[in-house]
């Protein structure tokens, strides 16, 4: 089975802190995604890489970069945490034309 | 821009009740159609997956067409048990890689 693990289910961070989430799968997939997801907004794509050092702007890419150093681990930063990037963030990854496999999530607050 | 509806928002229906959830998109040059289930406070676990040159795909108890040229996608759910309550997300690609837009989602729920 395909597993896509998220470093934390659970984060809670201070206006302006430096935010790092982590996402790591385990089935060699080329494509690796970051979501955000809000009630009455549905999820919307932050970033996306389709390969190792390559990284790609999604629908709502300000405020947050990303990384991805080795295949199977893709990060998502926010520099600069704000109010309004509380949000369930979700992780995914796939390979072309398969279906896509999502972490479990880590519900981000910013206070 | 693609986009995803999802009509109804909510649905509540009897145990043992036959269920359709519906799903539209704006751009028919699609790549597949995805079906999603989505638990409280979890992830997306993907149920079925449609390629834009078939017709309809099954797995147990759910059934998921696609009408490509109409720009729709139905869920069939038979049989409907209380383990059935979720939300439904229906997701759609337009490239050859998995970059999906995602529907907003029907959450079902499945009473006793």
């Known amino acids: 089975d395909v597993k896509v693990t998220q470093s934390s289910r659970y984060l809670v961070k201070r206006t302006g802190e430096k935010v790092f989430l982590e996402c790591v799968q385990d089935m060699d997939h080329e494509n690796m995604f970051w979501y955000r997801q809000d009630p009455g907004l549905g999820l919307r794509l932050i970033y996306f890489s389709y390969d190792v050092k390559m990284k790609e702007k999604g629908d709502i890419p300000e405020g947050y970069s990303v990384s991805r150093e080795k295949k199977e681990r893709f990060s998502l930063i926010l520099e600069s945490a704000s109010t309004n990037q509380t949000s369930m963030y979700l992780c995914a990854s796939g390979t072309g034309g398969s279906p896509l496999h999502f972490g479990n999530g880590t519900r981000l607050t910013v206070t | 821009k693609q986009e995803v509806t999802q009509i109804p928002a909510a649905l509540s229906v009897p145990e043992g009740e036959n269920l359709v959830l519906n799903c539209s998109f704006t751009?028919?040059?699609?790549?597949?159609l995805q079906w999603f289930r989505q638990d409280p406070g979890k992830g997306l676990t993907s149920l079925l997956l449609i390629q834009s040159s078939q017709r309809e795909q099954t797995s147990g108890r759910l059934n998921a067409s696609l009408d490509k040229s109409s720009g729709r996608s139905t869920l069939y759910i038979a049989a409907s048990q209380p383990g059935d309550s979720a939300t439904y997300l229906c997701?759609?690609?337009?490239?050859?890689?998995?970059?999906?837009?995602f529907g907003t989602g029907t959450q079902l729920k499945v009473e006793l």
């Open positions: 997701a759609v690609s337009t490239g050859g890689g998995n970059k999906l837009t």
């Open positions: 751009d028919s040059a699609i790549y597949n």
